[in-house]
């Protein structure tokens, strides 16, 4: 390889430069600073090309870069030399050269940085009425469905039902087990302190039916079948194949988001009451190994303190979760624009949405509850 070369003579005929060498982009840092160095005149000037040897883009921007410089002072430009390939490569660069390079964003100040919050702002009441209005779109799809039974897609239903429900059952079982072990274990430490160690049955029946049964179920629904959701619906939005639907004349909420909303109200109550048992087996397990508690006695307690209400009250709230994550998964996924990033942003937005909403709802329905005296 010729490593590139640059020189510049002046004349009575003007001015000449010479280009030499192999103008390739992993060689070109050795003569940049000589091509910036070259300062444009107004009289003729002559590109002596001839012994190039070989030319990329990167060379040919450096060479329409400094024949644009002549050209903006007013000098006549000449090519001499040059290859019919090379010349063809120089006049494309040329002509994709932006004429503004544009600036330099200015450091942000105090209103620029009330602009964004602004913008943030009026974008975050845009997404809340765009998802209203989602919301309101699907529960009227809904309606029709349930009225009119023989539209529901079956197939993709009980599909659904399979992926979002009896998939997710071990993961589940497990999860309601281990918190309530956890909550054996360390309700048990701090009741040994005041010798109520029996409590510890009300502890963990009340604390995994009422709440952290449900809730953590719907925050692993959330991010397993909410963010699968987002993806396969995003997925055929980037491949066009929703507009593909609605050209046929299919309606995408009643084939794509139905299907996944009910499988979701179907199959959330029932991953709930799982994980509810499970999580009452790991606490009498965990009462009975740390602390003496038989299971006898643990399930004696368990109906004697515990009213069925504690369970309803954890599974009245699974239909509104379930609601909530099918319509934010799938709203996400219809924002999906143009490109697998978009997809990839949609589904963590997804992911982060639902489980906030989970938590806020699981918040107002406790107050509620506590308000009624349940």
């Not at 509810?276 to 009975?288: I, K, N, P």
Request: net charge negative.
């Amino acid at each position: 390889m010729t490593p590139p070369n640059i020189t510049s003579e002046q004349d009575s005929d003007g001015t000449l430069v010479r280009i030499a060498g192999d103008m390739l982009t992993q060689s070109l840092e050795t003569v940049e600073n000589d091509f910036a160095a070259i300062r444009p005149s107004d009289g003729p000037v002559t590109l002596d090309l001839t012994d190039v040897e070989a030319l990329d883009t990167g060379g040919a921007w450096l060479v329409a870069d400094l024949a644009g410089r002549f050209t903006s002072k007013g000098a006549t430009l000449q090519f001499k030399g040059v290859q019919p390939a090379h010349a063809a490569l120089i006049d494309t660069v040329s002509h994709n050269i932006p004429d503004d390079p544009g600036k330099l964003p200015q450091p942000r100040g105090f209103t620029d940085w009330v602009e964004h919050i602004g913008q943030g702002t009026y974008g975050t009441w845009q997404d809340t009425l765009s998802i209203l209005g989602f919301l309101g779109l699907t529960l009227d799809r809904l309606v029709r469905t349930l009225l009119r039974p023989w539209r529901l897609r079956r197939a993709a239903l009980v599909t659904h039902m399979e992926e979002t429900g009896f998939k997710a059952l071990p993961i589940v079982a497990l999860m309601g087990f281990l918190i309530g072990v956890v909550l054996a274990f360390q309700g048990a430490t701090q009741l040994k302190q005041f010798g109520a160690e029996i409590f510890v049955v009300e502890l963990i029946s009340i604390s995994i039916l009422r709440e952290l049964g449900i809730l953590l179920t719907a925050i692993i629904v959330a991010g397993r079948s909410g963010s699968a959701f987002t993806a396969s619906i995003g997925s055929m939005k980037v491949q066009e194949e929703i507009d593909a639907m609605r050209t046929l004349g299919l309606d995408p909420i009643e084939v794509l988001v139905i299907p996944r909303v009910l499988a979701l109200l179907i199959m959330l109550p029932i991953l709930g009451f799982v994980a509810d048992m499970a999580g009452l087996f790991g606490g009498a397990l965990m009462s009975w190994i740390d602390l003496g508690v038989s299971p006898g006695m643990f399930v004696t307690r368990l109906k004697e303190n515990t009213d069925v209400w504690q369970l309803a009250v954890g599974l009245i709230k699974a239909p509104f979760f379930a609601l909530v994550i099918g319509v934010i998964a799938c709203w996400q996924a219809m924002q999906v624009r143009g490109s697998s990033q978009s997809v990839g942003q949609r589904t963590t937005a997804s992911v982060v949405q639902s489980i906030f909403m989970v938590i806020a709802i699981d918040a107002l329905f406790s107050i509620f509850f506590s308000q009624i005296g349940v």
